[in-house]
């Protein structure tokens, strides 16, 4: 079992790009979060996104054999290993997931754009391309898995 969280912490109406939110990563009955630690590691969630698809991106088509995703903002922190076995190996703190790499992406690619859907219509992004380069990220992502 999968199941993957992308939460903001909406404040008010509008939505800014730099708006802090939290990821969860559930598989079995194992969570990595970025919830409910000290010090707060909410991050930048829209911000983020776009590195976290690009770094498991190079990380799936063999460019790194590790990659580490660092929440903007924040100390929150995930490494991402892919196995030999297909399988892509998550570390957070002490705790370890695995999984089938492609479930994994395509969940996270879902996640993402439910995430972008819920708030298109609220989202401020200032011309600074934050959204634009997430569309691209889910763009070469979609590309990739139709060809395989």
Not at 7 to 27: A, M, P
Request: hydrophobic content about 40%; aromatic content about 8%; charged content about 30%.
């Amino acid at each position: 079992m999968l199941k993957v969280t992308l939460e903001i912490h909406e404040i008010d109406k509008d939505i800014s790009i730099f708006e802090l939110g939290n990821v969860d990563i559930t598989v079995k009955d194992k969570t990595i979060s970025s919830r409910h630690k000290t010090p707060d590691q909410s991050f930048m969630l829209f911000s983020s996104l776009a590195d976290l698809l690009d770094g498991i991106y190079e990380l799936y088509e063999d460019k790194r054999k590790s990659y580490i995703f660092i929440g903007d903002d924040s100390s929150f922190k995930i490494i991402f290993t892919m196995l030999p076995n297909e399988n892509i190996q998550l570390q957070s703190d002490k705790l370890i997931l695995e999984i089938n790499a492609k479930i994994f992406i395509k969940e996270l690619i879902l996640k993402c754009e439910n995430l972008l859907m819920k708030y298109s219509d609220r989202i401020i992004d200032d011309n600074y391309g934050i959204i634009k380069d997430i569309h691209n990220s889910l763009q070469r992502w979609t590309k990739l898995l139709k060809n395989q």
